[in-house]
């Protein structure tokens, strides 16, 4: 520019350069000439973005049945019930090919590679894994990658309790957040 100070600029009221892509790679020009006797001045315009898969969800909740596990399923610390699986299901998924994601929930006090339960019993916590035995950390920054194939692919995660302290029984529930990055 010419070093003079200028207020808003008006299209229209001063030449504007906007340089665009070409398909040579080279940028084109467009310029207004000035009238004699005016001054004008070159602008440039630049634009950025970038264009991201995307993948929706048939539904944004999983729930994952634990049922029922006898205190006599868990003898020792360490020990786990049986696992049990649920899938989020994609719809609608174009140019993602791998997701990742992570979740986030109250680490096990016991044992922080597990989400701790929200009932009344005790020295038991939720262990996740991917359904390709994957291990899920709940610290909300640890990724899982999955890998994904055609318009509606599943994510599919597994579920168990596993014994981290000295039991009592009563109800053991969990709830996790799921962030998922399509890629």
């Not at 630049?46 to 399923?73: F, K, M, Q, W």
């Not at 309790?161 to 039991?167: E, I, K, N, S």
């Not at 029984?169 to 990055?181: E, F, H, K, S």
Request: proline residues 6%; aromatic residues 4%; charged residues 15%.
């Amino acid at each position: 520019m010419s070093g003079r100070r200028c207020g808003p600029v008006a299209v229209g009221m001063l030449g504007l350069l906007i340089l665009l892509a070409l398909p040579s790679g080279r940028a084109g020009e467009v310029s207004r000439q000035a009238s004699p006797g005016r001054s004008a001045d070159t602008l440039q315009f630049d634009v950025v973005g970038t264009v991201t898969p995307s993948c929706s969800l048939v539904a944004n909740r999983i729930r994952i049945d634990l049922g029922s596990v006898a205190v006599s399923e868990l003898p020792s610390v360490g020990e786990g019930s049986r696992w049990q699986s649920a899938a989020f299901i994609g719809a609608d998924c174009v140019g993602a090919t791998h997701a990742l994601v992570t979740v986030h929930a109250t680490a096990a006090v016991e044992d922080p590679r597990y989400m701790a339960t929200m009932g009344d019993a005790r020295g038991v916590a939720i262990a996740l894994r991917t359904g390709a035995g994957q291990a899920v950390l709940p610290d909300g920054t640890t990724p899982v990658r999955f890998d994904l194939a055609g318009v509606s692919p599943e994510l599919r995660f597994e579920a168990r309790y596993v014994r981290v302290g000295r039991l009592q029984p009563g109800n053991a529930p969990g709830v996790a957040l799921v962030q998922i990055t399509w890629e």
